[in-house]
């Protein structure tokens, strides 16, 4: 059988065209209007200054730097983890227990590792603890730190009996924002809210510069306690920890922030770059230095 050359398929469309003609439908002209290039990207020149409709209202410009997101939103010296421990729940207490022990291990062992605060979780995901550490350093500290946790025996003893209370357990490295304040110890009998929050890819300078504005919007009350964004592990996250004596002081400061000029464009200016918002309410462990 012989295959159709493209004179010939030509020849049978037009030969459809007067049927096509008498067809009521509406005729509707489409166009290549796809690039496989983005316009942010095209090159100079007057094709590359010509964008379209399209182009300005979808394509996010992100522009070039020489300078990484962590020099530009932290101060250097220092980084921190966050441990996040699910715990079985008949385990709790024990839990706890053993691991107010290993706080002072971490002490008397000098691995330059400070505890900043310690919860479980009240709201959120049940039979939860949150540990947040600091080392003062950086990533040597760190590096020296995991060596001792490794290699010591009383470390190795220590997570025998620790795994075997655990659902499940992860970590992530963290940096501070620098225009968040550096978590200061408080009176006992509070409540914290850790408000963690996935961000679009190449969004977290824009972030950075907002919040930088916004932050003293949420200062009146002493509730902003620190603002971390993540370096290993979860990439594209940042958490807030908020301190409140209540839940119900908690909705009157949140609330009182909208009478403050600027506080909505805070809110509105950063809520389009957000993926996924997790809130939880915390309650401070005995040996946590944030009471």
């Known amino acids: 059988m012989a295959v159709p050359t493209k004179a010939l398929l030509l020849r049978k469309t037009l030969s459809l065209s007067p049927a096509l003609a008498k067809c009521h439908c509406p005729v509707i002209q489409l166009s290549r209007c796809l690039s496989t290039t983005f316009p942010a990207f095209q090159a100079d020149g007057e094709d590359g200054k010509k964008q379209g409709l399209f182009s300005s209202l979808f394509v996010r410009k992100i522009e070039a730097t020489h300078v990484t997101q962590s020099k530009l939103l932290s101060e250097p010296g220092d980084v921190y983890q966050i441990q996040f421990h699910s715990v079985k729940p008949e385990c709790m207490e024990a839990y706890l227990k053993q691991f107010g022990t290993f706080v002072d291990l971490m002490k008397s062992k000098d691995t330059g590792a ?17 540990h947040v550490w600091k080392y003062e350093g950086g990533y040597p500290v760190l590096n020296d730190a995991t060596y001792i946790y490794r290699t010591d025996k009383d470390f190795i ?25 550096e978590p200061v110890q408080k009176d006992p009998g509070n409540i ?28 009146s009350g002493n509730e902003a306690i620190a603002g971390y964004f993540s370096h290993i592990g979860d990439l594209h996250q940042v958490h807030h920890f908020w301190s409140y004596k209540s839940l119900q002081e908690r909705k009157e400061i949140r609330e009182s922030a909208w009478v403050n000029p600027g506080w909505d464009e805070t809110v509105a200016y950063t809520v389009p770059l957000i993926r996924t918002l997790q809130s939880r309410i915390l309650v401070p462990t005995p040996f946590s230095p944030l009471k």
């Open 114 to 130: 400070s505890l900043v605060g310690s919860w479980t979780v009240e709201i959120g995901d049940q039979d939860e603890a949150i």
């Open 192 to 219: 914290y809210e850790m408000r963690t929050y996935t961000l679009k890819p190449g969004t977290m300078i824009e972030w950075g510069n907002i919040w930088q504005r916004g932050i003293k919007h949420r200062m």
């Open 157 to 181: 003893d220590f997570r025998l009996q620790r795994n075997k209370m655990l659902r499940a357990r992860r970590n992530q490295i963290v940096l501070r924002f620098s225009f968040w304040p």
